[in-house]
């Protein structure tokens, strides 16, 4: 019976045209860099006066924060004018964003404030050799959530 049960919700589940429903979702922003918390020491070496804002620890090829013209050592100290408290901070701003979304942000670069727009790429869609992925959607009450099928 169970068996039977899961045959109906994945029959229902494809023959339903969802896959380019899905795709309608925006993807997540890719911001594309390691970041870490300012150490004491960090804030002394950059010359920075205070501790809030992220660190830049690397920054990867062909991401958003690259194409930017963010290095290794920048601090980020803004987003959209909303100041950065500390990389958890960070992080839960850059949530509100999506793949496409341009963003104006300040960060300290030699101990100068500089500011640029970020031009936010989205998260890539996930890939495998070994099996076939199909995007799909379900609503949930108020939600409409991405579904990942392998």
């Known amino acids: ?3 039977f049960i899961f045959l109906l919700l994945l ?3 494809f023959s339903t045209n969802n896959s380019s429903f899905a795709q309608e979702l925006p993807r997540g922003a890719f911001f594309g860099a390691s970041v870490n918390d300012l150490t004491d020491s960090t804030r002394k070496v950059l010359s920075l006066s205070s501790m809030a804002g992220t660190y830049i620890a690397k920054v990867f090829a062909g991401s958003s924060a690259q194409n930017a013209g963010i290095n290794a050592h920048d601090v980020l100290v803004s987003m959209d004018g909303e100041k950065i408290k500390n990389t958890t901070h960070f992080l839960q701003l850059l949530k509100k964003y999506n793949g496409g979304d341009k963003i104006k942000v300040s960060y300290y670069r030699n101990s100068k404030l500089k500011e640029t727009t970020l031009h936010l790429l989205q998260k890539k869609m996930e890939t495998s050799n070994d099996y076939e992925i199909t995007y799909s959607s379900v609503k949930s009450g108020n939600n ?3 579904t990942i099928i392998t």
Request: net charge positive.
């Open 144 to 146: 409409h959530l991405r």
């Open 1 to 3: 019976m169970k068996k």
């Open 11 to 13: 029959t229902v589940l």
